[in-house]
């Protein structure tokens, strides 16, 4: 197993230490998360304009605005609302995400199942608080409650570290980084008109800029990096992102900073929806069956950024600007590292059941294949149910180097490179923007804002005219391959292969 860096660690009010380990072990946080939600319910009850969503000015008999900056280390007792928000906000959009990609089809009642047609996504569906699903709510929680601490609390206290306001500069540049990556347009102020997403990506920079600024050698510094790397690829700008992206690989090769979860209290939501309801919610598309449920535990951690990523970024921009030989060695590097990151053993009980409570492919010997035009290919399905699986649970891809190192095809290079990052990014809240969808608003912000209007900037779904439509990503055929519980094919054929779909309208941010 790789060593791996753990990020985000002490909910726990006052707690401002990080924990790096240098081990598999999980956070041992405990009722860490319970108690810093409970603190963040009052403080955004308790502060005007922190939660701008809310039409009411609330406010707590026992806690105000004034009292937080009287503390005698504001700063340091707000982080871990903060720190308890980011993990909200990385699981929402994690969950959203993926299920609206080809990724995840929804097979239960647990998430509503329009997400799966994307076309047909709204303000109401999109309407969710909760930390699993609401993607849009927790942003501008983010958002809205590092503002507060940043431009409120921070300005007035003088016990605040350079280490403290460099972590809350990283939260703010990464809410607006979601909101950039999953959105066309949001508001960034109370009763704000909508800003548009490149804007949005800019201030992402600014702010994780600052951060680094603030602090260039702590704890957030590789992560910051990370997310300018990630952000500049948004925005196009190949130089700035593969420059962030060299200097993350240059610190530290095997790069990973994750998001902790704990058991009891702020737990990992996707897990929820993977594992822990008795039929489950999350169904892999079959090629990526051998990738899934990833989040074994309620505390699995989710990483925020690696070194893959880093890797796959010098990738794109290689190809993009022509240079084949550079990014397939990119590639390459990418694949390599994801071979390299641990696997855990899971004796998976799901029944990997269609709406329809008929089994979906189930059994190694199935053979599956991207599209009608594909070639059919072993290994991306495990048997399951009660078959102990080895999990990856950090990264993984079913490309060998080698075979990818001597394609010569500028086209079966991208689709390489597309595959690859879809593999490699699995459950971690990239696919639906790399395919180009854009989510609405929220329907509350719609409702409440006097400045956005229904049909305005942001207030529905973006989807490219490339992608299938009525539910085409999800579909394969035969629908079940089973026939009186006994597998009577072991032919499995997707309908779409959005990965060729990508290539052949050259999607890349360095190409549009």
Known sequence: MRARTKGLDGFIEGDDRMTISNTR??????????????????????????????????????????????????????????RAQFARTVSAQVTISEVVSDNYSIQGTGLDSQYDEPRGITADLVNSTSSAQGIYWNTQELRALTDFILDDIAPGDGTATPTQLAEVRYYRGMAYLFQ???????????????????ELLARAVSELEGSLATSGSGTFALAARAGLARAHRLLGNAGAATQAAEQVLAADGSFLFEQAYDATGITNGPNTYLVIRAIKEMQPLPRLDFLDPKFIRRDSPIAVAKAEEMHLILAEAALAAGNTQAGKGHLVNAINLAGQRGVELWADDDQRLNDDLSPRPRDAEILVRADPDSPFRAG??????????????????????????????????????HLARQEIMFLEGRRMSDLGIRLPMMRREIDVNPSISVGGPGTTVTVPDYI????????????????????????????FDLN??????????FLN
Do not use: K
């Open 380 to 417: 991306l399905v495990l048997s399951r149910p009660g078959v102990e699986n080895p999990v990856p649970v950090v990264s993984a891809t079913s490309l060998d180097a080698d075979s990818v190192q001597a394609l010569t095809d500028g086209d079966e290079i991208w689709h390489a490179f």
């Open 500 to 509: 060729r779909i990508l290539t052949q309208n050259q999607v890349s941010p």
């Open 468 to 495: 299938p439509p009525l539910n085409q990503m999800d579909l394969f055929d035969p629908r079940t391959p089973y026939s009186g519980g006994e597998l009577v094919t072991t032919e499995v054929t997707i309908r």
């Open 180 to 198: 950039g990556e999953n959105f066309t347009h949001a508001p960034t102020e109370r009763d704000g008109a909508p800003v548009p997403a490149s």
């Open 25 to 82: 072990g999980r956070s041992s946080g405990g009722g860490r998360g319970l108690r810093s939600l409970l603190f963040t319910a009052v403080l955004m009850g308790a502060v005007a304009g922190c939660d701008f969503l809310d039409p009411t000015d609330v406010e707590n008999p026992r806690t105000t605005a004034e009292d937080l900056a009287r503390a005698a280390e504001p700063v340091r007792a707000l982080l871990p609302g903060a």
